[in-house]
């Protein structure tokens, strides 16, 4: 969100976490999040987590994420901040 966005009260109508886009991503390709654990070489709760929300996708997962889907990094760690940062502009408003 741009600070001008900010700056003038607007506010996304929702917040979407990067776990649903991921969700998207393995159905588009047809691929299971245990087959993208394997890929990734992470254990298969971490993919899951990263799918249910909770659990946030850090450099490490990213880098992972961006070499299985033909991404960059900067994808999928721009898409967690983003989420974060809703995710305090929300509660922040809910003060």
Known sequence: MSSDAQDNGLLPARIIPP?????VELRARRVTWRQLAR???RPPADIRKMLRGQRGITADDARG???????????WTNLEAQYQDHLALFTKEES
């Open 39 to 41: 890929e990734m070489r």
């Open 65 to 75: 994420l961006a070499a299985a889907f033909g991404t960059s990094a900067g994808f």
């Open 19 to 23: 776990g649903r886009i991921l969700r």
